[in-house]
């Protein structure tokens, strides 16, 4: 099961597993993310590849527009993978 939900000002909370079955609807909740906004991962469990290159590519859109994604509360086995990916230098991860 995966969920995300979205609170103003922008911040964006994922819990349980994001794969492939549910790239499509996170993709749709990120394309409407048009400022800085801070994505929560304290209650994701999982996140697969594809969820990967959904944040990726909203943290280039945003950039050209001198916005970001802040990535916080990751799991020690979230971060690994964050890490593994090098993303840890292509986002503000805390």
Known sequence: MFEAT????CA???AGRLDATRAQAMDS???GVGETC???FDRLEYISSVGLSVLLATQQRLSARGAELRLR???PHIRMVFNLA???T????D
């Open 86 to 88: 090098g993303f840890d």
């Open 6 to 9: 979205r609170t103003e000002p």
């Open 38 to 40: 801070t994505v929560h």
């Open 90 to 93: 292509v986002f503000d991860i």
């Open 29 to 31: 909740l990120f394309q």
């Open 73 to 75: 509360g990751m799991t």
């Open 12 to 14: 964006i909370h994922l």
